[in-house]
């Protein structure tokens, strides 16, 4: 039995099947945003809720039966236990004070796409293994955004109270600009000052904007190459003792089903 449970949670069809139980999760989540249709048809709705919950139980249990006695090899997992924690979140009661929590905790369904899907959970693991870099981009970004925030203050804030009338504002402002919102209206008037105010925001808009986003690029494209070279690593070790045991038992088990179909081939070729 447990043999089976690993072999129907590692299928490529139950991972299909999750998948979509997961995308009509989501159509039950965004039906419900609707008056109208909680009204009429409230009651399916809370039923294929329920059909939901109950199927990620299953899938939950059924994984936690396929690795048993070893349960860390499930709860080691960072996504097993984000998937196991959503489980929790979404059996709260939705009647009474937890029912704004328990609607929320629904949403956090639709999350399981991440761990459902190789390729999303690939890049979410990039995103994280690039937060120390980012740091140090941000911190840049932070030193550029406060010189030009000041430098702005001082040159154009009497003409253009309303953009950068102290350091708050004007970093607003910047941020209003690094965006590329509409700052041709900011850069237009403070030309009526001095037209020679479009250097300040030329230069700020590439420093900003381009040369910071496409570092934040660079580094994501980075680790992203360095994920995939660790995961086709992963997939290249050598198998375990305990996966060697495991092959070992099947092909005894193949071989023993050999001999008895042979066995019985022979009975029947003497009768």
């Not at 043999?3 to 590692?10: C, D, I, M």
């Not at 998937?83 to 937890?98: C, H, N, Q, V, Y």
Request: proline letters at 3%; zero cysteines.
């Amino acid at each position: 039995m447990q043999e089976l449970a690993r072999r129907v949670v590692s299928a490529r069809a139950f991972e299909y099947f999750i998948i979509a139980v997961i995308l009509f999760s989501a159509v039950l989540i965004g039906l419900e945003t609707s008056e109208e249709l909680s009204a009429t048809y409230g009651g399916l709705i809370q039923w294929g809720n329920r059909i939901v919950l109950s199927i990620f139980i299953g899938e939950a249990m059924l994984k936690i039966f396929a690795v048993a006695p070893r349960l860390r090899l499930y709860f080691g997992s960072g996504w097993n236990l984000f998937d196991f924690s959503i489980i929790l979140l979404a059996m709260l009661p939705s009647t009474g004070e937890m029912a704004m929590l328990a609607r929320l905790a629904r949403l956090l369904r639709v999350l399981r796409l991440i761990t459902a899907i190789p390729e999303l959970r690939l890049i979410v693991e990039t995103l994280i293994r690039s937060i120390p870099s980012m740091g140090n981009i941000m911190l840049l970004m932070g030193v550029i955004f406060y010189i030009y925030a000041v430098a702005g203050q001082q040159l154009f804030h009497e003409h253009d109270p309303e953009h950068w009338r102290d350091l708050g504002i004007s970093l607003l402002t910047l941020f209003r600009i690094v965006t590329l919102e509409s700052w041709t209206s900011v850069m237009y008037t403070a030309m009526e000052m001095n037209p020679y105010s479009w250097i300040y925001f030329v230069s700020f808009v590439i420093m900003g904007t381009f040369v910071i986003i496409n570092l934040f690029i660079a580094v994501v494209i980075n680790n992203l190459e360095e994920a995939k070279q660790e995961r086709l690593a992963s997939m290249r070790q050598p198998p375990s003792k305990d996966d060697l045991l495991r092959e070992l038992e099947q092909t005894q088990a193949a071989l023993e089903r050999l001999r008895g179909e042979l066995s019985r081939s022979q009975e029947e070729e003497r009768k």
